[in-house]
């Protein structure tokens, strides 16, 4: 929001501009997130005032380097009143986006007692059975609640479990047509992806978790399937996309939410119960109960 107010004509004006921005949603090639805005003011408005969020050190920001340059700007001030601190997505918990950043920056002990302040209110399972998440969903929601299925775009080995994710979904039927249409999220046969539920929620929510992204006892390990096999991302800003990516995938839901992490198969080199074992263990340490 820009308001200006002129204090005398032909003279000056006197202009405030408030941008409120969201971290680690850069999910895409060309999406330069928070650091893009900094690097702008410093270059093109040179005689602005500047107060930022002094939260920006955070690494769901991944803007470090962009902010070290503006703090040398004598118009730059760190201030932590600015960092709007709950979030409004959940009328439930204002602790899930903190959860989820603590998960995935695997900061475990901050993410349990996360886990543990919100267990009441926002309830999380994690089950290796499609099934028994999909009922999951349908005994917490009630009346018009509405409950979907949500995987990330790189999540090409879940068609064994009837998730292709190169099927693109209709966002329209997919978000507003009942429970009767099978192209509802509601019939739970279509996923939808990061990139068609970005800014969209659900009240309950079934997050499919494929082999792209891996829990290692080093942290994240990436993954894209090019051809017949996976091969690691070495990109860092491509590393990052995919930790946004499931970041956009676990806050979509007001309400609740299942984590479905296959077990995976000996007999298939592209889903070995390797690639899943250790991401369905780091989250059941956390405290996330098993269905």
Same mark, same amino acid.
């Given at each position: 929001?820009?308001?200006r107010r002129?204090?005398a004509p032909?003279?000056?004006t006197?202009s405030w501009y408030r941008p409120?921005?969201g971290?680690?949603?850069?999910?895409h090639?060309?999406?330069?997130?928070i650091?893009a805005?900094?690097?702008?003011?410093?270059? /093109?408005?040179?005689h !602005?005032? +500047?107060?930022?969020?002094d939260q920006?050190?955070? *690494?769901e $920001?991944?803007?470090?380097? #962009?902010?070290?340059?503006?703090?040398?700007?004598r118009?730059?001030?760190?201030e932590?009143?600015?960092?709007?601190?709950v979030?409004?997505?959940?009328?439930r918990a204002?602790?899930?986006?903190?959860f989820?950043?603590?998960?995935?920056?695997?900061?475990?002990?901050?993410a349990?007692?996360?886990l543990?302040?919100?267990?009441?209110?926002y309830?999380?399972?994690i089950t290796?059975?499609?099934?028994?998440?999909k009922g999951?969903l349908?005994?917490?929601?009630?009346g018009t609640?509405?409950?979907g299925m949500?995987?990330?775009?790189?999540?090409?080995?879940?068609?064994?479990h009837?998730i292709?994710?190169?099927?693109?979904i /209709?966002?329209?039927? !997919?978000? +507003?047509?009942?429970?009767?249409?099978?192209?509802s *999220?509601? $019939?739970?046969e279509?996923? #939808?992806t990061e990139f068609?539920?970005?800014?969209?929620e659900?009240d309950?929510?079934?997050?499919?978790?494929?082999?792209d992204?891996r829990?290692?006892?080093?942290?994240w390990?990436?993954?894209?399937f090019?051809?017949?096999?996976w091969?690691?991302i070495?990109?860092?800003?491509n590393?990052?996309?995919?930790?946004?990516?499931?970041?956009?995938?676990?806050?979509?839901?007001?309400?609740?939410m299942?984590?479905?992490?296959?077990p995976?198969?000996?007999?298939?080199?592209t889903?070995?119960p390797s690639?899943?074992?250790?991401?369905f263990?780091y989250f059941?340490d956390?405290?996330?109960?098993v269905l």
């Amino acid at each position: 929001m820009e308001i200006r107010r002129s204090i005398a004509p032909h003279q000056y004006t006197i202009s405030w501009y408030r941008p409120l921005v969201g971290g680690g949603q850069e999910i895409h090639t060309g999406e330069a997130g928070i650091s893009a805005w900094l690097d702008a003011a410093q270059k /093109d408005y040179p005689h !602005w005032q +500047l107060h930022i969020s002094d939260q920006l050190k955070d *690494s769901e $920001y991944d803007a470090g380097s #962009a902010l070290q340059r503006l703090v040398s700007h004598r118009n730059a001030h760190l201030e932590p009143g600015l960092h709007l601190a709950v979030s409004m997505r959940s009328f439930r918990a204002d602790r899930v986006s903190g959860f989820v950043k603590a998960a995935l920056d695997c900061d475990t002990e901050p993410a349990r007692d996360l886990l543990r302040q919100m267990a009441d209110r926002y309830p999380i399972a994690i089950t290796r059975d499609l099934s028994a998440a999909k009922g999951w969903l349908r005994v917490h929601a009630r009346g018009t609640e509405r409950y979907g299925m949500v995987a990330s775009s790189k999540a090409m080995r879940l068609k064994p479990h009837a998730i292709d994710i190169r099927v693109s979904i /209709d966002p329209v039927h !997919w978000f +507003l047509d009942g429970p009767e249409d099978t192209r509802s *999220s509601w $019939y739970l046969e279509d996923c #939808a992806t990061e990139f068609q539920v970005q800014g969209l929620e659900l009240d309950w929510v079934c997050v499919n978790w494929d082999a792209d992204l891996r829990s290692t006892d080093g942290g994240w390990s990436f993954h894209d399937f090019r051809g017949k096999q996976w091969q690691s991302i070495r990109s860092g800003a491509n590393q990052n996309y995919l930790r946004n990516a499931y970041r956009v995938l676990l806050t979509r839901a007001r309400q609740g939410m299942v984590l479905f992490i296959p077990p995976g198969d000996s007999g298939d080199s592209t889903r070995l119960p390797s690639f899943y074992e250790h991401t369905f263990a780091y989250f059941v340490d956390l405290g996330i109960p098993v269905l």
